[in-house]
């Protein structure tokens, strides 16, 4: 239909040579179009490959950090003679908000709580109680469910405890007090 514009209505102040002239930049206009298309095809395909060489870069990141927190987390266990055992019976405790769980805690990690308190010493127990789960490694859903609280509930104490640490957004907190 692009190419035949028979269907036009003959006027009379187009002459018949004239046809041939609208035809061709009817041509030449499908021709630019097209072009314009595979553009614009190009470009987005362009940013598709973008977007997935940066999720790939992010999710090789998370792998790397991942693999960092772990080995900080065995290195506190040899810092700290802490055996497999140990580790899973303090885990047990948390796990079952058991009253015992903290007193646990300080007794194979000694140094955590006072060199957080020498950060603020304004943390109440109950963020001293979650900096103590998080310290194990634990995530937001985790920690939610052995405090027996909601998920939103625990991201709002660990944002006053970000506070009252001093701890800037761009720091993930659980490394923040991993390392401590």
Do not use: W
Request: charged share 25%; aromatic share 12%; proline share 2%.
């Amino acid at each position: 239909m692009y190419l035949e514009i028979d269907f036009l209505p003959k006027s009379k102040f187009i002459k018949q040579e004239d046809f041939k002239l609208i035809k061709l930049l009817n041509i030449l206009f499908v021709i630019i179009t097209f072009i314009i298309d595979i553009y614009f095809i190009s470009q987005k395909n362009n940013l598709i490959y973008g977007l997935m060489k940066e999720t790939e870069i992010k999710d090789s990141t998370i792998g790397v950090l991942q693999k960092v927190n772990h080995e900080l987390m065995k290195q506190q266990i040899i810092n700290n003679n802490l055996t497999e055992d140990n580790i899973t019976e303090i885990i047990e405790l948390a796990e079952n908000d058991s009253p015992v769980f903290f007193e646990k805690f300080q007794l194979y990690f000694p140094d955590f709580i006072p060199n957080i308190l020498n950060i603020n010493s304004n943390l109440i127990y109950s963020e001293l109680y979650i900096c103590a789960l998080m310290r194990l490694n634990f995530d937001t859903k985790k920690i939610a469910s052995c405090i027996n609280c909601s998920v939103r509930a625990v991201e709002s104490r660990k944002y006053r405890i970000r506070k009252k640490l001093g701890i800037s957004s761009d720091i993930n907190i659980n490394n923040f007090i991993l390392k401590i």
